[in-house]
């Protein structure tokens, strides 16, 4: 009668240790990594929109921002070229071709646009001016502004 030989596996099973010798330290820190994540400080949030009495003629207020030579004679979301020399701006949802008045709180200045892209994307952000409408309401050297946008 043959002898019986014991079946051995092909493959042993190895610990984990000998693997991925420093996993449990790695595990830990990326635990940490991911904990500590959620108690970072959040980004500078722009003041609160001003307020303002309820009026049918005001679209949105909140702050501006301008756009300028980086984007000259790009398309914008309208399809024209930009032109940060023309009284243009972005806004998220009003038409294309929309002119609204915006208006700066912080100084009285008045300028009348024509929405021509879409934007901005900042948080807190209700309106991205070209640098020519920029510069009439005065936010050019600041870069931004307290504004409300009427209808025109």
């Not at 108690?39 to 301008?66: E, F, I, K, M, T």
């Not at 980086?70 to 701006?89: E, V």
Request: glycine share 8%; with cysteine.
């Amino acid at each position: 009668m043959p002898e019986r030989v014991p079946q051995v596996p092909d493959r042993l099973p190895i610990p984990s240790a000998v693997l991925w010798p420093g996993r449990r330290s790695c595990l830990l820190a990326w635990t940490a990594v991911l904990a500590l994540g959620g108690c970072a400080v959040p980004h500078r949030l722009a003041p609160d929109p001003p307020d303002l009495a309820p009026s049918p003629d005001v679209v949105d207020a909140g702050v501006a921002s301008w756009y300028g030579e980086r984007f000259q004679g790009r398309r914008t979301a309208s399809g024209d070229r930009f032109d940060m020399n023309q009284l243009t701006a972005a806004h998220r949802t009003l038409p294309f071709g929309t002119r609204v008045r915006v208006h700066n709180l912080d100084n009285g200045r008045e300028v009348v646009v024509r929405i021509n892209d879409r934007g901005p994307f900042t948080p807190g952000r209700v309106i991205d001016l070209s640098r020519a409408a920029a510069a009439a309401i005065g936010i050019v050297q600041a870069g931004t502004a307290r504004v409300a946008l009427y209808r025109d």
